[in-house]
């Protein structure tokens, strides 16, 4: 093949926020897929949080990028060439290839697009990983019963986004946490959720206090941090929280939790939870989301940066907070 492979590498390890100078693009030939292997042509790169994590030199609940390694990363692309009998030339797969245009895979590491009817980028956001994440929060761990009340942190994020609308299809009162009006318009009007409390507009604790009188029942947390102790003040008797994100502490520093009494006196449940643990349930999720992003139940907003080039500078604005939706880069 005459065209070139781009790709980002981890250049240095963050101290900190993450900069574009921690990344380095390299051109390298373009890979050749050995016995049982697929080569994927990346069309979409999917950006998300968990990125910081793997950046660091400590482990976390999975491997670290080495230096000089390509980054992680969710992609969808099309098989350029198949060495696997499963797979053709021309088929739309969803993977983890990584900040690069061309990407090698053995066959099992890659999912055909199911339902060639959704937007390709769907399959990154809400019927793909990040959906995945809502829904397997409220399975394991929040359980959704109609009437109740559940809030939703970084609300109009990739992952609470679908958090928010799957609470409302299942009839609970959903309540939504963004930063800026913006945000939390976004979260009431388009989305649907009942009510949003701008978090950066003043005391959480008194706005979360009007947004839920009958106190709160789940609390799906990305982030941790102030607002984790706020919910605490207004859990009812047996809330259930399940620990999704810690983005309020991704650059290293830990989390100091207060109100910790609330847990005991309120016999409250609080798991964390790892998309990955249960693989075993990926398929019945991504049925049911897809199901509901193709019937219009789920929508979803999308931040879309041009270019694989792009990257660097937009995960460090993800980072920041600067995100509106699935944050996305359009590769080729
Ligand atoms: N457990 C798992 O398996 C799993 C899987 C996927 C994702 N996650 C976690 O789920 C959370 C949401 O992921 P996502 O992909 O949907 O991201 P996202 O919500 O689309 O984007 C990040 C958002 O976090 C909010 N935020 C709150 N506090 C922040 C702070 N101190 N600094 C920066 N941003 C802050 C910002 O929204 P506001 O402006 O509204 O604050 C920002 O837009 C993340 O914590 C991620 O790590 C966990």
Known sequence: MSEKNLRIVLAARPAGWVDPSNFRL???????????????????????????????????????????????GGTL?????????????????????????????????????????????????AAGMPGVTAWMGFREIGGLVAGQTVVVSSASGAVGSVAGQLAKIAGCRAVGIAGGAAKCDYVTK????????????????????????????VYFDNVAGEILEAVLRRVNARARIALCGLISGYNGEDIPIRNVFSLLVNRVRLQGFIVSDRMDLWPEAIRELAGHVGAGRIRYRETITEGLESAPASLVALLKGENFGKRLVRVS
């Open 190 to 217: 388009e989305l649907g959720f009942d009510a949003c409390v701008d978090y950066k507009a003043g005391p959480v604790h008194e706005s979360l206090k009007a947004a839920c009188p009958g106190g709160i029942d």
């Open 26 to 72: 390299e051109e390298t030939p373009v890979p050749v897929p050995g016995e049982g292997e697929v080569l994927v042509r990346v069309r979409w790169l999917s950006l998300d949080p968990y990125m910081r994590g793997r950046m660091n030199e400590g482990r976390s609940y999975a491997a670290r990028v080495e230096l000089g390694e390509v980054m992680v």
């Open 77 to 125: 692309g099309e098989v350029v060439a198949s060495r696997h009998p499963g797979f053709a030339a021309g088929e739309l797969v969803v993977g983890h290839l990584g900040w690069q245009r061309f990407g090698v895979a053995p066959a099992k590491a890659l999912m055909k697009v199911p339902d060639p009817r959704l937007p390709e980028t769907a399959w990154l956001g």
